[in-house]
């Protein structure tokens, strides 16, 4: 239906490499552009919750309890289900981690128009708006990107969302819904009571945006409510499961009994989540308060999951795993806008009895290890000693990983010393059976420190978003990329396809 240029497996220049055309996502940016910056202590002091979460207890089970029985009280369904009237054969989208409001996040836009023409609706995979979920963030970082997007857009909050306590979440996709009252003050000294004592709140005057921002999104067609944070949306012959994992990557045990409920019967079904469940390498089952994960309740037979894709890490991976004779597709798609996670970082995968064989990701490892020495090479101002060719980072991942690169590098490309070197000190993965004494500790500062740093203001940008064709029979997944040049723009490359049965 759609025709694509090259992929990244293709070629270099289907990466977005080389000398390419911009592409014309900056006509649809606003005329100023705040920079967003992860190492700035003002946005760390502002994006506080979660460690004082960590620190103190997590409040968030509770306040979502709350605003839930708001919206029930209001007359949202007490089951939480959304019930579209679509074609049985439909199309959705899903971008995850979309709201920075800079080059990031809108080079993304003219590929996901193009793409998402056709489709019934699209969901929002965790954060919808950086850095702290802001009411007022959010005219250029969600209603004037996708202001010409022509159908409804759900969401679920990721942990930045949560940290206004999801205020500005709830007016903007649920009905306006109107602040919860305080809560009685703990008592003086107790873990709760300096956890409210350093808490981060919303400016009074956040929000006096908002009105004039909706405006941007007020056709008919693209109006959407869905009943609180947490939802299922049954459409055609599947069931998408939207759950919220508040600030920590945890379900408490009301939403935990709730989506046992949701999840049983034959109905095919696919959840969307900010905490995916297999990432880098790793399974991830998702705690629920008072027993359980959630991916117990996505691999029991009964409940028919074929899919579950979370947001949170801004990359695209796919893991097929096999469930007593069945595969359930593991996809992380939380590339649609703010910085790049690193790639090159990810070890030989073998989880689940998935290997490098099955594993698929983009940015290609090659790829995202040639971005990072680059841009550390401009700021470090060692550009000659740290900058690699994309083939020569593509050589010296397969040789660390031993495995064929995905993208050949080419006729004459040597693996010296200065590359393995360069290798090793951006934290690229090696295979199980190699002596990993840096290699932990190498890629946990990679994640917590270099990712966030590393937003570029300049293609490629190595962006992802996720078209669903689904049809009685089969849901076609496909992950489309955004690299912010023109040609990408004009045909979006296909970096990932499968085709998962439904019966």
């Known amino acids: 239906m759609h025709r694509v240029s090259d992929s990244s497996r293709d070629t270099a220049q289907g990466a977005g490499w080389g000398a390419a055309e911009p592409g014309s996502y900056k006509r649809l940016m606003p005329g100023h552009v705040e920079k967003l910056s ?27 309890s709350r605003w839930v029985a708001r919206r029930v009280a209001a007359g949202a369904p007490a089951d939480m289900v959304v019930r579209r009237d ?57 209603f004037r990107p996708y202001q010409d997007y022509p159908a409804p857009i759900y969401a679920i909050p990721g942990n930045h969302d949560w940290y206004e306590d999801l205020g500005a979440f709830m007016r903007v996709f649920c009905a306006d819904t ?56 049954d459409a055609g012959p599947v069931r998408i499961v939207g759950i919220d994992t508040g600030l920590l990557g945890t379900v408490d045990a009301e939403q935990g009994a709730w989506l046992r409920e949701v999840s049983r019967g034959p109905r095919p079904k696919i959840l969307v989540t900010g905490s995916p469940l297999y990432v ?71 989880v689940a009895n998935v290997t490098e064989r099955e594993f ?39 040789e660390r990983l031993g495995i064929a690169p995905r993208r050949a590098p080419g006729a004459g490309v040597r693996v010296t010393r200065r590359t393995r070197l360069v290798a090793s000190l951006l934290g690229t993965g090696r295979r199980p059976d190699r002596p990993a004494r840096f290699r932990l500790p190498v890629r946990k500062i990679y994640t917590q420190l270099f ?39 004009i045909q979006p490359p296909v970096e990932d396809e499968v085709t998962i049965p439904l019966k």
């Open 178 to 233: 109107p602040p919860l009252d305080p809560e009685p003050r703990p008592r003086p000294l107790t873990r709760a009571w300096w956890r409210t004592l350093l808490w981060h709140r919303p400016r009074p005057c956040d929000g006096q945006r908002l009105a004039q921002a909706r405006t941007l999104r007020s056709a008919p067609g693209q109006l959407a409510e869905q009943p609180g944070p947490y939802w299922a949306i």
């Open 38 to 64: 992860w190492l700035n202590p003002r946005i760390l002091w502002a994006a506080r919750n979660g460690v004082l979460a960590s620190w103190f207890g997590d409040p968030t089970g509770r306040t979502r």
């Open 280 to 350: 880098d390498g790793e399974h991830h089952p998702c705690p629920i308060e008072g027993g359980g994960t959630v991916d117990d309740i996505v691999r029991d037979p009964d409940h028919h999951y074929v899919a579950a894709i979370g947001g949170d890490i801004h990359n695209y991976q796919r893991y097929p795993v096999d469930v007593d004779g069945r595969t359930i597709q593991y996809v992380v798609a939380g590339g649609g806008g703010a910085f790049m996670h690193a790639t090159h970082t990810i070890p030989r995968v073998s």
């Open 360 to 398: 698929r990701c983009y940015p290609l490892r090659g790829d995202s290890l040639a971005f990072y020495s680059r841009l550390y090479g401009r700021r470090l101002r060692l550009r000659r000693f740290f900058s690699l060719t994309e083939a020569e980072a593509a050589a010296v991942v397969a």
């Open 451 to 489: 990712s966030p740093s590393s937003d570029t203001y300049s293609p490629p940008f190595f962006k992802c978003f996720l078209r669903l064709d689904v049809s009685p029979e089969e849901v076609r997944l496909r992950c489309y990329a955004a690299t912010g040049n023109r040609a990408q723009e």
């Open 86 to 142: 679509v074609p049985e054969r439909f199309s959705f989208l899903v971008i995850g981690d979309t709201g920075e409001g800079d080059d990031s996040q809108y080079a993304v836009v003219p590929g996901l128009l193009k793409v998402g023409q056709d489709t019934e609706f699209a969901v929002i995979a965790s954060d919808v708006v950086y850095p702290v979920g802001g009411a007022d963030d959010y005219d250029d970082k969600f």
